[in-house]
């Protein structure tokens, strides 16, 4: 008579085959019990148990432990990786996207630089490089090149894109009006013409 050995339950996570010659509620001696684990799961221990002559089943009763799926270190860009059952998801840092945070988020789609500035994507920012002219975070300040007060003698300054012109009285020229017209060389001095002329500001 053969030795007969309980059928054992099921571990969670798993799945049992039995190799008997005949369906019955307990396994004779020489047949076995397999397990298999859910996907996500790995198994711990006897995959296989067979019925032995003592009436006990050989090894130890398996256990199926979840799957690590971040010991890969699947995600990138120093995110952080949170395991689940059978898969896992990455918590990506700020200025990424993406299942595994791959992607950097480019802040430039935006346009957010004014004034025809070149805008550089940075790591969770951008900056922006001024045209000459023009300043401030997204360059949309006008440099005031007559701030300095370049134009001489009561010339009157106007500022333009990083540039600016003075606009001279009759009496001076030059590009910073810093040079006296001599009425007397150019003839427009108005005096009589046996009179003499003295040039003067």
Known sequence: CKAKCSIPNTPLNARRTLQQ???RSYLLQGETVSYSCDDGYSIVGNQMRVCQEDTSLSGASPQCKDINEC???PCQNDATCEDNINSYSCNCKPGFT???CQTNINECSSSPCQNDATCVDNSNSYSCNCKAGFKGRLCEEDIDECASNPCLNNATCTDRENKYTCNCTTAFTGQHCELD???C???THG???NGVCFNSH
Do not use: H, T
Request: glycine share 6%; with cysteine.
């Open 191 to 193: 005096c009589d013409k």
């Open 185 to 187: 060389f150019s003839n």
């Open 21 to 23: 010659r005949q369906q």
């Open 181 to 183: 017209v001599d009425e």
């Open 98 to 100: 993406g299942d595994q």
């Open 71 to 73: 010991s890969s270190s």
